[in-house]
């Protein structure tokens, strides 16, 4: 039988860098890297006379990384975990890849790698499970630093230089080099610095512990507060973040996570009226406008309920959320990029940031140096949701373990088991442990919000148990409706019926409400039924779904579409922040007639509706099926969920869990069991160390 014959890479694609040659271009040819991986590789290169190219492959895979979310690139297992960019089947292990040892003893030689023998901890190592690429070694809170420091005068572009720069902790011996080697990680050297600045800044907070805490009037407010419920996790969660300065509230959705926001709140001003102080200031804030909104609207909705005297409730009424962007003064252009920062802090007394599993490492870095050592961060998110489209998986590299269970140290449990009135479990906290990060991390773990068949399958994919996912799916038809078919060989009125019944019938609804100017009632129709998929084109992307949800209405509704692009009824979906109008990037809003021939735009925020012209409105677009990614911070009614091909590298875990958990009383899922089994298989991969330096063994030496 002859070999499949090589097809040679098209040499007008985009995705080539013509010039590259050696290495480099063997490896541009496959998928494997990028044209601007491969144009950075070169520039470097040529800037610190380099002409390895084993070099300059590791150099350009060090790039690779962060535009794929990875913060390093681990030298001994990127052969067999590297992916290409391209359709084409490519066996990525038959390339040309350098043997490690040799590979890294070869940049341990070069002026483009700074080495660095002791700067991370024994532990199992970037985020995926198993690998264990980190070699032992150290890291201190005198690691976090602010800049890699000023290039020596006369020097070459990374002569060596020692620093200090002002308000880092302890930059001595850093140098300019653009890249860090640790054992067989490699990193860009600006994510070497934010995950120990980020690991040593998060460790700095969790250290400290508040010594004017009134234990019993903590001990009363969280009874008065939880009532029955003051021996569960939410109770426990709001306790650990008033006795530490660092906490992280994480739950799926309907766990209570914003509730106990409210009352954490509530709790601290308590503790401040006791002492006779003014009340903290808080500042309330999520990666983007619409979790923003959100999160202030949950928490204003909390305050009208909760037991608290009248000055507490109007604190919780007065306050107001933001971007992260906004709490640390974006200046775009500017040098330093924010106003707040290591020498210019946050005068926040607490800082709350809602799903932070979208927060970058480089916004967390940011974030984590402007806190005031004196004050609180309250991290709020799920950590087994989708990450940051950048570079990072903070949220899921700080929970770490407690994901499995509490890793909270005997002193902090006692203090909790006072503050709450129920025995705290030890988890797998090592007894006589001192301390730590784990003290203030509590995951929620009751869900009070969609059914119990739900709740059974994003625990099973979370858990990552594909059996126990598919038994689920099956279980509860009433709430679960799996159509065991490949979405793309469904076509027009092949369609699975359930799908174009739900999106005609919540069409419809919308609609007749737009028509007959009902603003509230049309919006909160906007919210019976959504398709998510996980691509944006293609056969089982957005605008194919979109394209096919429209024919289906032209069929059955009267009259649908003819008034124009405007049309009563038509969903809209916000694409960029408009502060002016408080509209936010994923906000959702429906078009309204307000008379014979005119129309307007409407919204909602926190139960009221707002109305706008729609010449106002700068970028929206439709809506009547939405990627995954934007619909996170949302739920529906009723979700259908379109699963791309098994082979898709968007189909992971975190996306599945993430998709299934935006619906909230029924889920339609359109996908054939092998993608299930490939997403709740494939947890995102994302290369980071922050774990291993927040979770490994104690620094030595």
Request: hydrophobic share 45%; with cysteine; proline share 6%.
């Amino acid at each position: 039988m002859s070999a499949e014959p090589v097809v040679a890479p098209d040499p007008f694609a985009g995705r080539l860098a013509l010039r590259a040659g050696g290495l480099l271009r063997t490896f541009n040819d496959a998928g494997v890297l990028a044209a601007a991986d491969v144009h950075v590789a070169r520039r470097l290169e040529r800037l610190a006379g380099e002409d390895d190219e084993t070099v300059a492959l590791a150099v350009a895979l060090a790039v690779r990384g962060p535009r794929l979310g990875h913060t390093c690139v681990d030298l001994a297992t990127i052969r067999d975990t590297a992916t290409v960019d391209t359709d084409e089947p490519v066996d990525v292990s038959a390339l040309p890849w350098p043997e490690p040892v040799e590979w890294v003893a070869r940049l341990a030689g070069s002026d483009l790698v700074a080495i660095t023998a002791s700067d991370v901890v024994d532990a199992p190592g970037p985020h995926t499970p198993g690998r264990s690429p980190i070699e032992p070694g150290a890291i201190t809170a005198s690691d976090a630093v602010d800049a890699p420091g000023p290039q020596a005068a006369g020097g070459s572009p990374f002569t060596p230089v020692a620093v200090t720069a002002s308000g880092a902790v302890d930059a001595t011996g850093l140098d300019a080099r653009p890249l860090r080697l640790a054992g067989t990680v490699l990193y860009l050297d600006r994510y070497w610095s934010e995950e120990r600045q980020v690991a040593a800044d998060l460790e700095a907070l969790a250290a400290q512990v508040p010594g004017d805490v009134d234990e019993a009037l903590l001990a009363q407010g969280v009874r008065r507060l939880f009532g029955d419920q003051a021996g569960g996790r939410q109770a426990l969660a709001a306790a650990a973040a008033v006795l530490r300065r660092f906490a992280v509230v994480g739950g799926g959705p309907g766990t209570g996570k914003t509730t106990t926001v409210a009352r954490i709140v509530a709790l601290l001003a308590e503790q401040a009226a006791a002492r006779g102080e003014p009340a903290p200031l808080v500042a309330l804030a999520a990666p983007t406008g619409k979790a923003a909104a959100r999160l202030q609207e949950a928490v204003h909705e909390q305050a009208a309920a909760l037991d608290v005297g009248d000055e507490v409730r109007e604190q919780l009424l007065g306050l107001r959320a933001s971007t992260l962007h906004r709490l640390l003064g974006w200046r775009p252009g500017s040098h330093s990029r924010f106003r707040h920062h290591r020498a210019n802090r946050l005068p926040h007394d607490v800082v709350v940031v809602d799903e932070t599993s979208m927060v970058s490492l480089s916004l967390m870095a940011r974030l984590a140096e402007a806190v005031r050592l004196g004050a609180r961060l309250i991290l709020v998110g799920d950590p087994g949701q989708l990450t940051s489209i950048e570079a990072g998986a903070v949220l899921g590299d700080i929970v770490g373990p407690t994901t499995d269970g509490l890793r909270i140290a005997a002193s902090t449990r006692a203090r909790l088991a006072a503050a709450t009135g129920a025995d705290v479990p030890s988890g797998d906290s090592p007894p006589g442990a001192e301390a730590g990060i784990g003290d203030g991390i509590v995951i929620l773990d009751r869900v009070h919000r969609y059914g119990g068949g739900i709740g059974r399958l994003a625990e099973a994919i979370r858990r990552g148990d594909a059996g126990a996912a598919l038994e689920a799916l099956a279980a509860t038809p009433d709430e679960i409706a799996w159509i065991d078919a490949d979405a793309a060989a469904t076509t027009g009125r092949d369609a699975p019926v359930v799908l174009r019944t739900g999106a005609v019938g919540a069409a419809r609804a919308v609609i007749a409400a737009a028509r007959a100017g009902d603003a509230a009632t049309a919006l909160q129709s906007l919210g019976a039924f959504r398709l998510l998929c996980a691509h944006r084109r293609g056969p089982y992307g957005v605008e194919t779904w979109m394209g096919r949800i429209e024919g289906w209405l032209a069929e059955g509704i009267d009259g649908f579409g003819a008034e124009g692009e405007w049309y009563a009824g038509r969903p809209l979906l916000v694409l960029e922040n408009d502060y002016g109008l408080q509209l936010y990037n994923g906000d959702t809003g429906v078009v309204i007639a307000t008379a014979p021939g005119r129309v307007s735009a409407a919204f909602e925020r926190q139960g009221d509706v707002l109305e706008f012209r729609p010449a106002r409105l700068a970028a929206v677009d439709t809506v009547y099926a939405m990627t995954v990614h934007k619909s996170q911070g949302s739920q529906f009614a009723t979700a259908a969920v379109v699963l791309p091909d098994p082979a898709s590298p968007l189909l992971t875990r975190e996306l599945l869990y993430t998709a299934v958990t935006r619906a909230r009383e029924r889920l339609i899922l359109v996908g054939t069991e092998e993608a299930v089994r490939a997403a709740v298989a494939r947890p995102v991969a994302r290369a980071s160390g922050l774990r291993a330096r927040l979770w490994g063994e104690a620094p030595s030496g």
